[in-house]
Nanobody, 120 residues
Framework: QVQLVESGGGLVQAGGSLRLSCAAS????????MGWYRQAPGKQRELVAT???????NYADSVKGRFTISRDNARNTVFLQMSSLKPEDTAVYYC??????????????WGQGTQVTVSS
């Protein structure tokens, strides 16, 4: 059983910063990818950023240069530092843990989500 617990969301003015954290617990396979997705009202969930256990990162074009993802493998925790926030960043942010059990089999675990609201 894997659990993901997020923290750090809130209300911030445009141009401000927030830092999200997500701690994973349970039976966690050593090699995995952790990341953040977001879903705004009326829109589909979209990728924000991911980071592998080896440290390789991937960002959505809309957040490149403004958001930074990092992780602490010893604590199974992933962080998302968000800067220069815009009103369009307003969404529920979900932590994700993807475990690849083989080349063709993977499984996603999700956190409960944390609200980020950016006021103009």
């Amino acid at each position: 059983q894997v659990q993901l617990v997020e923290s750090g969301g809130g209300l911030v003015q445009a141009g401000g910063s927030l830092r999200l954290s997500c701690a994973a617990s349970g039976s966690i396979f050593r090699f995995n990818t952790m990341g953040w997705y977001r879903q705004a009202p009326g829109k589909q969930r979209e990728l924000v950023a991911t980071i592998t256990s080896g440290g390789s990162t991937n960002y959505a074009d809309s957040v490149k240069g403004r958001f930074t993802i990092s992780r602490d493998n010893a604590r199974n925790t992933v962080f998302l530092q968000m800067s220069s926030l815009k009103p369009e960043d307003t969404a529920v942010y979900y932590c994700n843990l993807r475990v690849a059990y083989s080349a063709s089999v993977s499984f996603d675990y999700w956190g409960q989500g944390t609200q980020v609201t950016v006021s103009s």
